[in-house]
């Protein structure tokens, strides 16, 4: 088995997972699995202004809905096409189509912000986290969330699946953004000026008892993002078809009986203090 360094001239940036009907599905399966696991701890009170960074098609902004119903929630995304399907499933939320490094809003506009599987898609995450301090008032909140790609174990154990992982990993860096940022949050909202920086683990571990985690996050989140990059690895020359093949079949064994995965998310919370 062999892997090679990415040329990076052949990879697109932006968002590496790309906008289609499967990958809209992947983030409902992602964010309807682990609702409990990402949002719990977390509400907006009555009234309050809620900017969800990055929202996509609104498969996160669903749960901060429920989690503060009678709070305005703004869905800002780069995307038109996914603020599109975003609109149509929940019409009460304000959306707004913007680039997070200029967004349209006045300062301090909102209490909380809320980002959500953001910064591992920016090439300067520690910038993107500066700019959006302007639009948090100050005392203000501001919640992140993001995977680690280096917290995938699993067994059968396979070197060829966790080689799989990796071209998902290089393919991610080329197109300038880092599958291995949550471990990185507290230094950079540190950086980023913010204050009482708190960052928590949020660990899904799913085997054969847990029949829910591991059709829901193993096999429709995990599994399916990384199937979903099997022609771009192969066209970049990062592995053989026969290793990725194996590899994704050897991924989706941990699903099957017998098999075990876990992963782990970083959720980090912190406040704007005064300038």
């Given amino acids: 088995m062999e892997t090679r360094t990415i040329p990076r001239t052949v990879i697109r940036p932006g968002y590496v997972h790309g906008y289609s009907e499967r990958e809209s599905r992947r983030l409902g399966d992602q964010a309807d699995t682990l609702a409990g696991l990402l949002h719990g701890g977390t509400a907006y009170p009555a ?48 959306w707004c189509r913007a680039d997070l490094f200029a967004l349209p809003f006045a300062d301090a506009s909102f209490d909380h912000l809320f980002v959500c599987f953001v910064l591992e898609h920016l090439r300067a995450p520690r910038l993107a986290l500066s700019g959006l301090r302007r639009v948090l008032r100050p005392g203000g909140t501001i919640t992140v969330i ?25 393919l991610q860096s080329a197109a300038g953004g880092d599958a291995l940022i949550g471990r990185r949050l507290q230094p950079l909202l540190t950086e980023a000026g913010y204050a009482d920086v708190e960052v928590r683990p949020r660990t899904v571990y799913a085997d054969g008892t847990r029949p829910a985690l591991t059709e829901g996050f193993t096999r429709n989140t995990f599994v399916a993002m990384i199937e979903s990059i099997r022609d771009e690895a192969l066209a970049a020359g990062l592995i053989t078809a026969p290793d990725l093949d194996r590899g994704l079949a050897d991924l989706r064994r941990t699903a099957e009986d017998g098999g075990t995965f876990h992963y782990t998310f970083f959720k980090a919370r912190a406040i704007r203090g005064e300038d």
């Fill in 47 to 94: 009234g309050s202004r809620v900017l969800d960074v990055g929202c996509g098609v609104g498969a996160q902004t669903a749960h901060l809905v429920a989690a503060g119903p009678r709070a305005h929630i703004v869905g800002v995304d780069v995307s038109g096409r996914s603020l599109a399907q975003a609109g149509a499933r929940l019409p009460g939320v304000t």
């Fill in 146 to 170: 993001e995977g680690d790609h280096g917290s995938a174990f699993f067994h059968p154990h396979s070197a060829y699946a966790q080689a799989a992982i990796d071209c998902q990993v290089q």
